[in-house]
């Protein structure tokens, strides 16, 4: 069994980011790019930018399972990326409004049960 400290390490913890340009010319075409992002915000994803959704995973394990359900819904047309990132990788993002850096979001501690 885990103890708690390895549980929760910087280097299990994942983030999972979808970027993603979908075509949005046709009526068609906007309802697959809005279908796709509903489907991401109902798995658990936050919009970080219009294109960019990201979502906190405590283990690597689980970071593969949101993987493969993206993997799933992806839309006929377009691009779309799919990055796995430790939390310590994600500590080291840099983020700015205008010019002014914005601290980040600390990630909320989620409770498993078994």
């Given at each position: 069994m885990l103890s708690n400290t390895n549980r929760f390490n910087a280097y299990r913890i994942m983030w999972v980011l979808v970027f993603?340009?979908?075509p949005t010319e046709t009526k068609k075409e906007r309802r697959a790019a809005s279908l796709f992002r509903k489907k991401l915000i109902d798995d658990g994803?936050?919009?970080?930018?219009f294109s960019i959704y990201l979502r906190h995973c405590p283990s690597?394990?689980?970071?593969?399972?949101?993987?493969?359900?993206?993997?799933?819904?992806?839309p006929k047309h377009g691009k779309v990326?799919?990055?796995?990132?430790?939390?310590?990788q994600f500590e080291k993002m840099e983020l700015f409004h205008g010019v002014k850096p914005i601290d980040i979001?600390?990630?909320?501690?989620q409770l498993e049960l078994f």
């Open positions: 993603f340009d979908l994803f936050t919009m970080f930018q690597r394990e689980n970071a593969k399972v949101h993987t493969k359900r993206v993997k799933s819904i992806l990326c799919i990055l796995e990132i430790t939390d310590k979001p600390q990630p909320v501690q």
